[in-house]
């Protein structure tokens, strides 16, 4: 279902051009003036549509109906006289690059509308650049200036997720599918299903004309763990409880009460090529703008630098809390760089030099595990790896894999047929191991905070070794 079918925002007064197969939508912002890029230079008709195709984007993530995973964008130029075929396809991919910047300052806009989402709702597609230069002409011989003005333009492609897993077929790369197992505690993929069956649908994170607004604090992200954790909790039989549903974060006792902070497990950060001089990570108080990452290719970026012992034994614990029928939020790095450290109360205190390593971006709630490999529930829908269930309300999983040969915990397979596991494109998702379509945000483990109990205790932790 489209955003303009249930939303009156989008009815009559914004349409996308065509919708191709697939649920891919396309739109067409042109009329650039002659070796013009600039979108400012468009006229205002043209310019407006950029807002509209944020709102457009913006309205299908937060409702989950379909939400675009990819924007793809491609320039397209005029025949040059005399011909300059490089040039035409310099300038062409100069008009997409200039788009893609206006659409992401226009997302970042609707996030403040709608009171900061996080993450930003740009850093939840991944963004495509490409030139057709003068090979897919509207006009052939252009004869007028108006003919040269329908050629000079870009095509944006909104390209939405799609399926589950179990249906992913990718040349070349290795295919996902979930353990399947009777018992609840058995593996990732039994953790799932128990979700889906015990969890109500999940109404605490949009903006939504049919549902209403937001309450004023960041749904997506620590308060939304914090609100599914009591919702499995609820579902759970007084006597599998030895603790009241409270937030996680206050929960100062019982079998699910435990904390490992960044300064314990983190060692450091290793800044990997493209992150090099002149070109770093942007600082805590500059945003990261795509004109200037995306023209950086794929890399490792920003990996975090783990204690080996201390994350060996942190990750005996978080297998044992999921033993005892605990669900466990933890916080974790998203993408390339520390750039976006989290605006909650908690860091307010921790001074800036230290927020990468007691500090997070993001939150995730791990539910199953099965032998090295973590499935948590994301609220970002960043992470498409699971079962997209739509009586649910789309909820979305990933994986978090314990490397105890290279010491990390971070969605960065550790399958040995996957090359280069820890590259990312500039805009943070992974580029091998995961089909195009499903590819995964990276995140990085930086701390994991005390849970909540929703399933029936499986016996006591071990003590680790002094």
């Known amino acids: 279902m489209t955003p303009s079918a249930v939303d009156p925002e989008f009815d009559g007064e914004f349409q996308l051009t065509h919708q191709l197969a697939g ?29 509209r195709i944020a709102r457009f984007v913006a309205h299908s993530l937060r409702s989950g109906r379909q939400p675009f995973r990819t924007i793809r964008l491609v320039g397209h130029s005029d025949l040059d006289t005399p011909r300059r075929p490089a040039f035409e396809n310099q300038i062409a991919r100069a008009r997409a690059q200039d788009l893609l910047l ?33 090979t897919q002409l509207v006009v052939p011989n252009p004869r007028t200036e108006s003919d040269r003005l329908r050629n000079r333009r870009v095509e944006i492609q909104l390209i939405p997720h799609r399926g589950s897993v179990a249906r992913v077929v990718s040349r070349g790369r290795p295919g996902f599918s979930f353990a399947s197992s009777a018992a609840p ?18 109404l605490i994170r949009y903006n939504d004309v049919l549902l209403g607004p937001d309450q004023p604090d960041r749904r997506i992200c620590v308060k939304a763990a914090a609100t599914k954790a009591m919702q499995l909790c609820s579902t759970a039989t007084a006597s599998d409880r030895d603790v009241p549903c409270n937030p996680p974060l206050t929960l100062q006792r019982g079998r699910c009460h435990a904390i490992t902070r960044g ?28 004109g200037k990452l995306s023209k950086l290719p794929p890399g490792d970026y920003l990996v975090l630098k783990y204690k080996p012992q201390p994350l060996a034994q942190m990750v005996r614990k978080l297998k044992c809390l999921l033993d005892r029928g605990c669900v466990v939020p933890v916080g974790v790095l998203s993408g390339i760089c520390d750039d976006k450290p989290d605006l909650s109360g908690i860091c307010q205190p921790i001074p800036l030099r230290d927020k990468w390593r007691d500090c997070w971006e993001h939150w995730l709630l791990i539910i199953g595990y099965d032998g090295d490999r973590f499935v948590f529930w994301d609220s970002s829908q960043a992470s498409a790896m699971g079962p997209i269930k739509r009586d649910k ?38 580029t091998q191991g995961f089909p195009r379509f499903y590819a995964q945000k990276r995140y990085q483990l930086v701390s994991m905070w005390t849970g909540l109990p929703w399933k029936p205790d499986g016996g006591p932790c071990p003590k680790d070794p002094e």
Not at 24 to 48: C, D, K, N, T, W
Not at 403 to 422: K, M
Request: proline letters at 8%.
């Open 393 to 430: 309300d789309n909820h979305w999983f990933g994986f978090l894999y314990y490397d105890s040969t290279n010491h990390r915990l971070s969605t960065a397979t550790t399958n040995p047929g996957v090359p280069n596991a820890l590259e990312v494109e500039w805009n943070g998702f992974h």
């Open 23 to 51: 649920g891919i939508h396309r739109e067409v912002v042109g009329h650039f003036p002659r070796y013009g890029r600039s979108v400012a230079s468009l006229p205002a008709a043209e310019r407006m549509k950029v807002d």
């Open 185 to 202: 505690n058995a593996g990732a993929g039994a953790a799932i299903d128990d979700f889906l069956r015990r969890a109500p649908n999940d």
């Open 263 to 290: 300064i314990t497990i983190l060692d450091g950060k290793d800044y990997r090529p493209p992150i090099t001089t002149p070109i770093g990570c942007c600082g805590v108080d500059t945003p990261c703008l795509p």
């Open 102 to 134: 206006a659409l992401w300052r226009a997302l970042d806009r609707v996030d403040r509308s709608s009171g900061r989402a996080a993450p930003p709702y740009s850093s939840r597609v991944a963004w495509e650049v490409h030139s057709a230069g003068v």
